[in-house]
C-alpha cells in the first residue's frame, strides 16, 4: 500500500504559476505510476497528468499541454506537477494517485490509492 499527501495549493491570479507536491509513504513507491486528477465544484474527476514508475514516460490531458508539467522524484518518494499560466477554469481540487495496474493514464479506474486533495483557485 502506499499513502499519498498533497500540498502546494493556493489561491493565484490568472497567469500565475503553482507547484504541487505529493509525497508517498513505504518504500514502494517506484512501483506505481502517478497522476494528477482534478475535480471542479459539480463536475466529475479529470485526468490531468500521469507519469511512468521510472519518469521517462509523461502524459497530459490536452487542456494542460504546454502549461503543467509532471515529475517525479523516486528518492525521495514524491511527485510533482508544476501549473503554469493558469487559468480560471484550473479552479478545482487537485488529487494525486497511484496504480500499479497497465492501461491508459487516464483510466481513473486503474488508480487504488488516492491523497486527500488539495484546493487550486485561480482568479480573473
Known amino acids: 500500500q502506499v499513502q499519498l499527501v498533497e500540498s502546494g495549493g493556493g489561491l493565484v491570479q490568472a497567469g500565475g504559476s503553482l507547484r504541487l507536491s505529493c509525497a508517498a509513504s513505504g518504500r514502494t513507491f517506484r512501483s506505481y505510476d502517478m497522476g494528477w486528477f482534478h475535480q471542479a465544484p459539480g463536475k466529475e474527476r479529470e485526468f490531468v497528468a500521469g507519469?511512468?514508475?521510472?519518469?521517462?514516460?509523461?502524459y497530459y490531458a490536452d487542456s494542460v499541454k504546454g502549461r503543467f508539467t509532471i515529475s517525479r522524484d523516486n528518492a525521495e518518494n514524491t511527485v510533482y506537477l508544476q501549473m503554469n499560466s493558469l487559468k480560471p477554469e484550473d479552479t478545482a481540487v487537485y488529487y494525486c494517485a497511484a496504480r500499479d495496474r497497465v492501461g491508459s493514464y487516464d483510466y481513473i479506474q486503474l488508480y487504488s490509492y488516492w491523497g486527500q486533495g488539495t484546493q487550486v483557485t485561480v482568479s480573473s
Open positions: 507519469i511512468s514508475r521510472s519518469g521517462s514516460s509523461t
